[in-house]
C-alpha cells in the first residue's frame, strides 16, 4: 500500500448505547407528534361544530400554542437522536427522510387547521384574523425548528473519527473528539499504540505502524466479515492467505479491526521478543507501582523475620 491513501478506518458505527438513546428519543418525539396532531384533531372538530363562530379566541389559541409546543418539542428530539445514530448521505431518500420528518410532520399538524380557519366563512372576524395570522407564524416557526441545516451523517462522522485518531496519537488538542466519534477513535488510538509497543526492535525502537492481515475476498475494498490484524506476514495464523499490509488505520478501513489476542506468540515468531524489548526500552511504571512493590517486599521481610505463631 502506498503512502499517499488516505488515512481512514472502518466506517464509524453507532454503539449500543448510542442506538438505545436514539431509539428512546424517538419515542419520545413521536408521542409529542401524536399530541401535536390530536391537537389539531381537535381544533379541526370545534371548527366543524361552529365553536368559534361566536369567539372563544382563548380557546382557539390556546390549541395552536399548544401544538406548535409539542411539534417543537418533538422536533428537537427527533434531531438529539438522529446526533445519535444518523443515517447515510449516501442513501439520499433516507437521509432526507429521516433529517427532515420533523418539519414534514409539523407541517401536517398545522396546515389543516390553518386552512379551515383562514377559509371559515362562519368564523367571528375577529377570532379569524387573531387565529389564522398567530397559526401561521407558529406553523412557520415550528416547521423551522423541524428542519435539520446541516445534518450529521455517518460519512461525517467517520471523518471526525479519523480526525479524533489521528489528534490523539499525535498528542495534539482533540479539537475533532466529539463524544459521538471519541470512543471510537480512542480504540483506533489504543490499537496503533499497542501494535508500536510489540514491534520494537534495534531498527525501530518506538515501534512500528505496519500491521498485517488477510486481504480481502475476491479484490473487494473491505471484507464482509471482521478480522484481525497480525504483527508481521510470518506468523502462523496468515499462512498460505493473501495477506495486505499497512498501518492500522488501513487495516481498519478493510475490516481488519482487532489486534490479535496472540502477541507473545507473533512476537517470537516475528523477532520482536519481550527480551529483548525490555532492553530497548524498559517499561515505565505507573508512579502507583513502586508503593505497592515495596509494600510486598516489606510484607515478605516481615513473615520471614517473624514467621507466624503456631496455635
Not at 106 to 127: C, G, S, W
Not at 183 to 192: F, M, N, S, V
Request: charged share 15%; glycine share 6%; aromatic share 6%.
Amino acid at each position: 500500500m502506498t503512502d499517499n491513501k488516505p488515512d481512514v478506518t472502518k466506517d464509524w458505527q453507532a454503539t449500543q448505547g448510542q442506538k438505545s438513546s436514539a431509539t428512546r428519543l424517538r419515542l419520545f418525539a413521536a408521542l409529542s407528534w401524536i399530541v401535536a396532531i390530536g391537537g389539531e384533531i381537535y381544533g379541526v372538530i370545534l371548527l366543524r361544530q361552529n365553536k368559534f363562530d361566536q369567539g372563544h379566541l382563548p380557546l382557539i389559541i390556546g390549541l395552536l400554542v399548544g401544538i406548535a409546543i409539542f411539534a417543537i418539542a418533538g422536533n428537537l428530539l427527533w434531531k438529539a437522536a438522529n446526533r445519535h445514530d444518523p443515517a447515510r448521505a449516501s442513501d439520499a431518500a433516507r437521509f432526507f427522510f429521516q433529517n427532515q420528518l420533523g418539519a414534514i410532520i409539523t407541517l401536517i399538524a398545522f396546515l389543516p387547521l390553518v386552512f379551515l380557519i383562514l377559509t371559515d366563512k362562519n368564523m367571528d372576524p375577529q377570532t379569524k384574523k387573531v387565529a389564522g395570522g398567530l397559526g401561521a407564524a407558529l406553523a412557520v416557526l415550528a416547521t423551522v425548528m423541524g428542519i435539520s441545516f446541516k445534518p450529521p451523517s455517518v460519512e461525517q462522522y467517520t471523518q471526525d473519527m479519523n480526525a479524533c485518531a489521528a489528534q490523539i496519537k499525535s498528542g495534539q488538542p482533540t479539537t475533532a473528539c466529539s463524544p459521538d466519534v471519541a470512543a471510537q477513535a480512542q480504540a483506533i488510538a489504543t490499537d496503533t499504540a499497542a501494535v508500536a509497543a510489540a514491534t520494537r526492535d534495534a531498527s525501530h525502537p518506538a515501534g512500528q505502524d505496519v500491521v498485517y492481515w488477510i486481504a480481502p475476498e475476491n479484490g473487494a475494498a473491505k471484507s464482509t466479515e471482521p478480522h484481525v490484524f497480525h504483527l508481521c506476514a510470518g506468523v502462523s495464523p496468515l499462512k498460505d492467505k493473501t495477506v495486505n499490509s499497512g498501518s492500522v488505520t488501513e487495516a481498519y478501513a478493510q475490516n481488519a479491526v482487532r489486534i490479535t489476542k496472540q502477541i507473545d506468540m507473533e512476537q517470537k515468531q516475528c523477532g520482536f521478543t519481550p527480551h529483548n524489548q525490555h532492553q530497548l526500552n524498559p517499561p515505565a511504571l505507573d508512579p502507583v507501582q513502586p508503593l505497592v512493590l515495596s509494600r510486598g517486599m516489606a510484607r515478605k521481610r516481615r513473615l520471614s523475620i517473624d514467621p507466624p505463631k503456631q496455635r
